[in-house]
């Protein structure tokens, strides 16, 4: 099967040993090391953009990467016949365990080294299209309305699903926590923020959770920067944080000390400690249950999808006093 490929393979200049299919990409042993090799939908801009942040955050230090190669041409792509090709370095590890409290933190502590790594990427501006700066209002407004969509969607429907039913029972409890949430972010200095992480132009993984943190030989490994983007760091620090503490049903100590091990090799400054509890504020699981559930196909998972929904829904207390105490340490009435 890989011999569909040797002409590809020959253009990044690497001889494949042998390889095995993994989720949508091929692990190769090559005489170059490990390599994940893949077809990709992307535009080449965007590639270039993530194999510049790649470089940049190498060559500050922060090398437990999965650094894209280059073929013969220089490009950290290969196009045949209208498919794009990416190639990468690999390892063989797994994926952190989101119950283990000293990988928890260990990633967390990662992350704020990336960050750190990745201040000051001036090629940025080349990049406009990705930097996200000041694009999270209109997001969580899009968010917003959405809801409404699907909420009037589902009333029109005929014959309700378990999920449909499920929904609109908690609608207006997820909604007025979406709402206030915005509300409090259009009201905070997040436009300031904005202003000054224009200057500082900070690298965030985009993506930052359990599938693309890799463990191998007691190291951690960061991978898959396809969601990359220039933007506020406590963006990637939430992500992270939401994943852990719904995996941890809302472990308020947990959750409170991963936030103090990213302070103690990043600082936060009491405007972004403000951002990152407001995004916790928002219910963007119950958005992205709901939007994954009725936009691909109301048949599509159903039970799934309710599981998620209820789940979700159990947490919504012990979500409610982790916010509280967080509320409290960082002194916000």
Known sequence: MLEEYNNIFEQFDVKVKNGYKGRGAYILDTNKGLKLFKEIRMHREKIKFMYEIEEYLHNKGFRNIDRLALTKENNPYFEDDGTMYIMKNWVNGREIFFNDEEEIFDSVKNLAVLHKCGTNFSRGNRYKNYVKLGTLPNKLERHNVELVRIRNKIRKIGKWSEFDICFLSSFNYYYQKAVEALSLIELSEYNNLVNKYHSKNVIIHGQYIHHNILVSNKKLYTMNFEYCNIDIPVIDLYRLLRKVLEKNDWNIKLGIKAIDKY??????????????????????????????????????KPKQSLIKLNKLINQKDKKEKFVKELKKTLEIS
């Open 263 to 300: 302070i103690s090799i990043n600082s936060l400054s009491k405007e972004e400690l403000n951002i990152l509890l407001y995004l916790i504020m928002y219910p963007e699981k119950f958005w992205k249950i709901s939007n994954y559930y009725f936009n691909l196909n109301r048949a599509w």
